[in-house]
């Protein structure tokens, strides 16, 4: 069983450590295109590469441990491609989310058609056989999904 809290601290503290790394590589970005090629800037860039190249060590090492919660969650594969392609994976979230509240609407609309006809086919039974008028009720009532 995985301990939420440790997971969630694990978490927090990689999405911490990536987010330092990517500002680090923009700012190493930024020292490349406007690069005077002077020694001391060219000591600044092999410093800010160096601590980059440190922290991304880091960071696999951490992940790879083996008493590690992180090794317990899955990111689905496509996720892991989406972001391949380079596309942000807060659009796949929201994506999935409306793929899934169209499903939702849908299943809801066919569940409340089959409640329609189903209190129709009950409403002419009884008025055709009204000695099953009890055992309609009944399953009537037993069919009738929970709210």
């Given at each position: 069983?995985?301990?939420?809290?440790?997971?969630?601290?694990?978490?927090?503290?990689?999405?911490?450590?990536?987010?330092?790394?990517?500002?680090?590589?923009?700012?190493?970005?930024?020292?490349?295109?406007?690069?005077?090629?002077?020694?001391?800037?060219?000591?600044?860039?092999?410093?800010n590469l160096r601590r980059n190249v440190d922290?991304?060590?880091?960071?696999?090492?951490?992940?790879?441990?083996?008493?590690?919660?992180?090794?317990?969650?899955?990111?689905?594969?496509?996720?892991?491609?989406?972001?391949?392609?380079?596309?942000?994976?807060?659009?796949?979230?929201?994506?999935?989310?409306?793929?899934?509240?169209?499903?939702?609407?849908?299943?809801?609309?066919k569940m409340h058609g089959l409640k329609q006809?189903?209190?129709?086919?009950?409403?002419?039974?009884?008025?055709?056989?009204?000695d099953l008028s009890d055992t309609v009720q009944?399953?009537?009532?037993?069919?009738?999904?929970?709210?």
């Amino acid at each position: 069983m995985v301990d939420e809290s440790i997971l969630q601290d694990e978490l927090a503290k990689t999405e911490q450590q990536v987010a330092s790394i990517i500002e680090s590589f923009i700012e190493l970005g930024v020292s490349v295109y406007d690069f005077p090629g002077t020694p001391e800037a060219s000591q600044g860039m092999v410093t800010n590469l160096r601590r980059n190249v440190d922290r991304l060590k880091k960071l696999n090492q951490n992940s790879n441990r083996v008493d590690t919660q992180l090794q317990n969650v899955d990111i689905p594969l496509e996720v892991v491609q989406y972001i391949e392609d380079g596309r942000n994976p807060d659009i796949y979230t929201r994506e999935f989310v409306e793929a899934i509240r169209r499903s939702n609407q849908y299943q809801r609309a066919k569940m409340h058609g089959l409640k329609q006809l189903r209190d129709s086919l009950a409403e002419k039974i009884v008025e055709e056989f009204p000695d099953l008028s009890d055992t309609v009720q009944d399953i009537v009532r037993r069919t009738d999904p929970p709210v």
